[in-house]
């Protein structure tokens, strides 16, 4: 019915019945070129795909990808703005969260869409928006709330590849680009597979994001994601031909700014090592001095260790600390030595660290068993601590399973709210959302049923006032505005 209404014709012919159905089951149906958009043809291709596996499984698929390419072929509301401002996605048939000042916001990516919950200081109760992006992975999201945004990022991949989108309303629209705003340039040689990490700039840089992808490497941006630029001191770099791909892939997965030194960034890479610059991104040096890599002949070798996650607090930025695959370590001159660290805890091997936002000293992990047997140790679903540094780790599972709960925590499936007593959240791979109110002292299930979850980001609203403009109107505005002066554009961009 999609392929007649969208082209006048049937998709499979013949002169009898025996040869409709002989060309219902073996033939592809005739190409549809324009005026039939590539969106809507790439939906009936996937609705007449031989394999029923490849098929749409639900109508409400159906339904949500037709929406997103109505939304994208949406003419602008302003008929003289540039032909060139991004097109967007209006999800009316997904249920939104309605945020407001002061709430705490969850952002939920998994292997099946994203999610956004809501609920107030007291974090009782959640109201659940979404799914947004449904049958598509979201590895990477991040709220931005500098310059008085309230922007949520969020790369969604799907067989036809990897975009960057955004949204100023709480998810009620989104960016939909027309072509992927994060490419390797032409003589890299190299396609973009996935974008494993979105991280906004520095506090008085708005305009700046850091994006980490597959294959490794890093993407800044100084316009606020209008236009992508491939950071070629690291890509360029004499180890990049010998790192290799992790169980995961070749992936940037962890970016880490320094508080103080304004051009000292951090990188971990699965598996390649951390890497540090001290200008900027022009030239990068090795630190794994220390890390084990129990894969390679050589167990400490100077690059090449598949480090799991790094972090750093801002207080006290000499010091980070790294779950590595088999090691928990911490260094205290940035980066330069690391320390074993892994000190009363059921395995060094894991993947999820978050960094208490106040307390410099406490850390939060999930131990899995192994890398063979990648679940909770001895089916017991634990939350590790420290309050000393490393010196010392504690369990914290009052709340959680303890019996039969093989889960696994992936690396960016756990975050730490700003509120106090903090908020720690993380997502499993069986698609459970747990949360604690009081620091890891007690936990509550927050959703399950869920995808699998990849992602767990939090943010607390300051002002959602703000945000009854849709994306689309934003972003258009901001476009046009740019033709007239670069200047002001910065400036709006900045309020938004």
């Known amino acids: 019915m999609l392929y007649e209404s969208a082209s006048g014709r049937i998709p499979f012919e013949g002169r009898t019945g025996f040869e409709i159905s002989s060309a219902i089951m073996r033939e592809p149906p005739s190409l549809l070129g324009p005026p039939v958009p590539p969106g809507l043809w790439a939906i009936i291709q996937r609705c007449l795909a031989k394999e029923p596996a490849q098929r749409y499984q639900r109508a409400g698929e159906v339904q949500a990808a037709l929406e997103a390419v109505q939304s994208g072929a949406i003419v602008s509301a302003d008929p003289g703005a540039e032909q060139s401002a991004p097109r967007t996605t209006v999800f009316h048939s997904v249920r939104h969260a309605q945020i407001k000042k002061g709430d705490s916001l969850l952002l939920v990516g998994t292997t099946k869409g994203a999610f956004l919950l809501r609920s107030n200081a007291q974090r009782n109760r959640w109201d659940v928006g979404g799914p947004y992006f449904h049958g598509q992975v979201v590895y990477a999201m991040a709220y931005d709330g500098r310059g008085g945004q309230h922007r949520i990022w969020a790369s969604t991949h799907t067989y036809w590849g990897t975009l960057l989108r955004s949204s100023d309303d709480f998810g009620k629209s989104w960016t939909n680009p027309q072509q ?74 962890t970016i880490v700014l320094d508080p103080t030194e304004r051009q000292r960034i951090y990188v971990a890479i699965s598996a390649g090592g951390v890497y540090r610059t ?47 695959h088999w090691g928990l370590y911490r260094s205290d001159d ?48 634990r939350v590790y601590r420290t309050r000393n540094g490393g010196s010392s780790w504690e369990p914290l599972s009052r709340g959680l399973p303890q019996k039969g709960a093989y889960e696994t925590v992936l690396r960016d499936a756990m975050t730490a709210d700003s509120l106090d007593p903090v908020g720690i959240y993380f997502g499993t791979r069986s698609g459970q959302l747990f949360g604690s109110r009081d620091e890891g002292k007690t936990w509550q299930k927050i959703l399950d049923g869920l995808p699998s979850v990849v992602c767990v980001r939090s943010a607390v609203v300051e002002d959602a006032a703000a945000d009854s403009l849709p994306t689309m109107m934003k972003k258009t505005h901001a476009t046009s505005h740019r033709a007239t002066s670069r200047s002001k554009s910065v400036t709006r961009r900045s309020k938004r």
């Open 180 to 253: 992927a705003p994060i490419r390797f340039p032409a003589d890299t040689g190299i396609s973009l597979k996935n974008i494993w990490q979105i991280t906004p700039g520095r506090p008085d840089e708005p305009n700046v994001l850091y994006c980490g992808v597959e294959p490794a490497a890093l993407f800044e941006t100084r316009d606020a994601g209008e236009t992508w630029s491939l950071v070629r001191g690291l890509f360029d770099h004499p180890h990049r031909p010998r790192w290799m791909s992790g169980n995961g892939g070749l992936a940037l997965h």
């Open 334 to 381: 940035r980066a330069e030595k690391w320390t074993d660290i892994a000190n009363g805890v059921p395995s060094d091997f894991g993947f999820a660290m978050v960094v208490h936002p106040r307390n410099p000293d406490c850390v939060y992990i999930v131990p899995v068993e192994s890398d063979e047997f990648r679940c909770a140790c001895d089916g017991r679903l």
């Open 278 to 324: 001290d200008d900027g991104g022009s030239t990068w040096t090795a630190q794994n001095r220390g890390v084990r890599a129990m894969f390679m002949p050589d167990k400490y070798p100077e690059f090449g260790q598949c480090v799991h996650k790094i972090a750093l607090h801002p207080d006290r930025p000499e010091r980070l600390f790294l779950q590595n």
